[in-house]
């Protein structure tokens, strides 16, 4: 099991897309003692199988010992504000939700969370190292996982259930024969955006 501490994990998924929100996820967990067995096969959820994950993100919110909250910013915002603002915004929105005042708060990456004003750190690779933040990566993963796959519904010619909004060469090839969506961030296209103006 990873190491634990009583304190509240925040981790986000989603600085790196083409397309869509930046999602952050706070948790906190009550009791250490309860809940061993999803603990014990908690890892960092880059290292765990999709399969893995979604089962153990059903547990997770299922279990009244883990509180969780997220906090999303809006490829809106991301554009206005640019991408690491906008995953400050998003984990103070998720910060604000889950309204525990009290704790320590563990932040995966190297800087601390702008605009929050409690107790907080930072961790590299906290996701891989602390129980908390490893929770709260497995949720915001497979939360902004399901956001991608509900996209592929009304943007069906992108391929968002595969890459996720991620800009890979399917990605982009995609961009350039349909066009840029309401969704995508206008700030991490400027190359394409600029060959299309050029065009007209």
């Given at each position: 099991?990873?190491?634990?501490?009583?304190?509240?994990?925040?981790?986000?998924?989603?600085?790196?897309?083409?397309?869509?929100?930046?999602v952050?996820?706070?948790?906190?967990?009550?009791?250490?003692?309860?809940?061993?067995?999803?603990?014990?096969?908690?890892?960092?959820?880059?290292?765990?199988?999709?399969?893995?994950?979604?089962?153990?993100?059903?547990?997770?919110?299922?279990?009244?010992?883990?509180?969780?909250?997220?906090?999303?910013?809006?490829?809106?915002?991301?554009?206005?504000?640019?991408?690491?603002?906008?995953?400050?915004?998003?984990?103070?929105?998720?910060?604000?939700?889950?309204?525990?005042?009290?704790?320590?708060?563990?932040?995966?990456?190297?800087?601390?969370?702008?605009?929050?004003?409690?107790?907080?750190?930072?961790?590299?690779?906290?996701?891989?190292?602390?129980?908390?933040?490893?929770?709260?990566?497995?949720?915001?993963?497979?939360?902004?996982?399901?956001?991608?796959?509900?996209?592929?519904?009304?943007y069906?010619?992108?391929?968002?259930?595969?890459?996720k909004?991620?800009?890979?060469?399917?990605?982009?090839?995609?961009?350039?024969k349909?066009?840029?969506?309401?969704?995508?961030?206008?700030?991490?296209?400027?190359?394409?955006?600029?060959?299309?103006?050029?065009?007209?």
């Open positions: 099991m990873l190491e634990y501490s009583d304190v509240i994990g925040v981790d986000e998924v989603g600085r790196g897309p083409l397309f869509g929100e930046v952050a996820v706070c948790a906190y967990i009550k009791d250490i003692n309860k809940d061993r067995d999803i603990f014990e096969k908690i890892n960092d959820s880059k290292k765990l199988s999709e399969k893995k994950r979604e089962e153990l993100y059903e547990k997770i919110i299922k279990s009244d010992n883990i509180l969780y909250a997220v906090g999303i910013a809006s490829e809106k915002e991301i554009d206005e504000i640019n991408i690491l603002n906008a995953t400050f915004l998003a984990m103070n929105r998720a910060l604000e939700k889950l309204d525990i005042k009290d704790k320590m708060v563990i932040v995966d990456g190297n800087k601390l969370i702008k605009g929050y004003n409690g107790k907080q750190e930072f961790l590299v690779k906290a996701d891989s190292k602390n129980l908390t933040v490893s929770l709260a990566s497995i949720i915001a993963k497979v939360y902004r996982d399901n956001m991608m796959k509900e996209y592929a519904k009304v069906k010619n992108y391929g968002l259930e595969n890459h909004g991620y800009g890979t060469k399917k990605h982009y090839e995609a961009i350039i349909y066009g840029i969506t309401d969704k995508h961030r206008k700030s991490f296209l400027k190359k394409i955006l600029e060959v299309r103006d050029n065009e007209v």
